[in-house]
C-alpha cells in the first residue's frame, strides 16, 4: 500500500532562514506526490505536486520541493522563511485503487512549521 | 468558480441529535471526498465517491455516518444520531481526474467545525 511519512512534528526555523520540511514515500509504481498548507481555521491548500519530469518542483508563496527517487523522499524547501509561513504542512501520495479503478490521497500526518521572527 | 462550499461553517448539536454537513464540488470535477480532522486522529478519509458513486467508504467510523451524492454538485454526511466524540472539523475535497492544467490536486472548503455537547 502507498504511504508518507512525515519524521518531524514540528519545525522551527528563524525567518530569513532556509527551511526544510521533510517527507518520505513508500508506493509501488511512480509517485504522485503532494504538498499542501493548512492555516489555523482554513482548509487545505495546494502548494505543489511531482508527476514526472523535472526532480525539483516549484510552486506558490516561493515553495519548491526536491523529488529524489534513490531516497524515496519529496523534501518541501523554501529558501527564505518568512513569518507568514507559520502552518501545518501535509505531504500526499496518490493511491491509485486497483479494484475500482480510481485513486484516493494519501495523506501523512502533518509537520507544524513555527517561523520565528 | 467560489470553490468548494461548506455549509453550515459551524454547528453545535446536542447528543442524539442528527447532524446534516453540506458540500458543493468544484464544477466539473468528478472526485469527491469526505474528511474528518482533530487533534488526536489527524487527516482521516472518511468516505470518496466518484461520479457520484461511493467508490471507498472504508474510513466512515460506524453506521452512524452515512453519505450522499445526488448529483454532480452536491454532497451530504449525516451522523445520526451524534455523539460528543463525532467532535471534529469535516472538510470537503474535489479534484478532477481529467487530464489538465489542475490535474489531480485536491481542492478543499472551508470546513465544518463540529461541536456535540
Known amino acids: 500500500a502507498q504511504s508518507v511519512a512525515q519524521p518531524e512534528d514540528q519545525v522551527n526555523v528563524a525567518e530569513g532562514n532556509p527551511l526544510t520540511v521533510k517527507c518520505t514515500y513508500s508506493?509501488?509504481?511512480?509517485?504522485?506526490l503532494f504538498w499542501y498548507v493548512q492555516y489555523p481555521n482554513r482548509g487545505l491548500q495546494f502548494l505543489l505536486k511531482?508527476?514526472?519530469?523535472?526532480?525539483l518542483v516549484k510552486g506558490s508563496y516561493g515553495f519548491e520541493a526536491e523529488f529524489n527517487k534513490s531516497q524515496t523522499s519529496f523534501h518541501l524547501k523554501k529558501p527564505s522563511a518568512l513569518v507568514s509561513d507559520s502552518a501545518l504542512y501535509f505531504c500526499a501520495v496518490r493511491d491509485m485503487v486497483a479494484t475500482s479503478g480510481t485513486y484516493k490521497y494519501i495523506f501523512g500526518t502533518g509537520t507544524r512549521l513555527k517561523v520565528l521572527a | 468558480d467560489a470553490g468548494v462550499i461548506q455549509s453550515p461553517r459551524h454547528e453545535v448539536t446536542e447528543m442524539g441529535q442528527e447532524v446534516t454537513l453540506r458540500c458543493k464540488p468544484i464544477?466539473?470535477?468528478?472526485?469527491l471526498f469526505w474528511y474528518r480532522q482533530t487533534m488526536m486522529r489527524g487527516l482521516e478519509l472518511l468516505i470518496y465517491?466518484?461520479?457520484?458513486?461511493?467508490?471507498?467508504d472504508s474510513g466512515m467510523p460506524e453506521d452512524r455516518f452515512s453519505a450522499k451524492m445526488p448529483n454532480a454538485s452536491f454532497s451530504t454526511l449525516k451522523i445520526q444520531p451524534s455523539e460528543p466524540r463525532d467532535s471534529a472539523v469535516y472538510f470537503c475535497?474535489?479534484?478532477?481526474?481529467?487530464?489538465?492544467?489542475?490535474?489531480?490536486?485536491?481542492?478543499f472548503g472551508p470546513g465544518t467545525r463540529l461541536t456535540v455537547l
Open positions: 508506493v509501488s509504481g511512480n509517485p504522485y
Open positions: 464544477s466539473g470535477h468528478d472526485y
Open positions: 511531482y508527476i514526472t519530469g523535472d526532480n
Open positions: 465517491f466518484n461520479n457520484n458513486v461511493p467508490i471507498d
Open positions: 475535497a474535489s479534484s478532477s481526474g481529467l487530464a489538465g492544467v489542475s490535474y489531480n490536486e485536491q481542492f
